[in-house]
């Protein structure tokens, strides 16, 4: 049975990550991790006649493309936990009620993703679910017109401001497998450090991560160095460089972590300012580049820590502060022991 210490869950029998997709827009086919997506569309309107359409129709592209990739129907799965960006996570919910799966919607900002896996993998570790999977996006757009302001209008984005991904990741977990494993989770607290510039997510978000690695670090027994990869997701340029500051004053400090939202994309090339963000970001990089990494043994043990960003249009204009989370999961290749 799986085992708690503190906020940290081990999982004496790892569950394995039988499958898993990415899917992107226009952007992320011209970045560096483009040969690793399944699907990308040159329209980032998919066809449809709203942004929002579009990104539900990136999720039912995706939940395609993973269950072909598993070689399911759909009524296969026993669970689906599943978010996005929008209000009420309208971009799932539209997408799975042509599925006809059990569905857990989830809100976790940008984090959301590894808060899905996260939960993913301790139902089927339970015996709880055969398969269960992880579903998140985001699009540029949508998230544009709902947190700050209309395409046409024009505005001159901040060096601070980072990239909305228009990209979906899923992944499906079984109790055994012979792909890549989940050693243990972590599930982050929520932390407000009195950021109120809706331009910087990454100082926002930076000091939960912090926190949520020191505490995962404190009760597993481990070091950094330990894992192949640290993987933020998405602190930008900004909070990536906040991050490894707030580690070393705590005397943590390192040397093997990478951000999601500077991988996802060509900083110097791409105009995305302090680099990428949005709930599809470090969904879309675990599945094109570490799940991947992992099942070729390229990567040996790593950590993805998706970060978030709690607020919402509302609370921004009556003047709130940007409470933030960040939720861990730690990834083995198949032969790794626990």
Known sequence: MPQRRGDVILFDRPPAVDAWAAVGGKKEGEGPLAAGFDLLFEDNRLGQPTWEKAESELQRQCMNQLLRRAGLAPDALSLVFGGDLQCQCTAS??????????FAGLYGACSTMAEGLALAACFAACGLADRAAALTSSHFCTAERQYRTPLTYGGKRTPT????????????????????????????????????????????????????????????????????????????????????????????????????????????????????SGAGCSAAVLAAHILPGLAKGQLR????????ALMSQTTFLQGESIPGIAHLVELLAPDVPV
């Open 161 to 276: 401001a980072q990239w909305t991904a228009t990209a979906a990741g899923a992944v499906l977990l079984t109790p055994t497998g012979r792909g890549p494993q989940v050693g243990a989770v972590c599930f982050g607290r929520v932390r407000d450090f009195d950021v109120t510039d809706i331009n910087n997510m990454g100082a926002a978000m930076a000091p939960a991560a912090a926190e949520t690695l020191l505490r995962f670090f404190a009760r597993n027994g481990r070091r950094p160095e330990d894992y192949d990869a640290i993987y933020t997701g998405d602190l930008g340029f900004v909070g990536s460089r906040l991050l490894l500051e707030i580690l070393q004053v705590e005397g943590l400090p390192l040397q093997n972590h990478q951000d999601c939202g500077l991988l996802l994309y060509d900083r110097a090339r791409q105009q995305v300012k302090a680099g990428g």
């Open 93 to 102: 919910h539209y997408a799975m009620r042509q599925l006809d799966v059990p």
């Open 301 to 308: 043990r790593v950590l993805l820590l998706s970060t978030g």
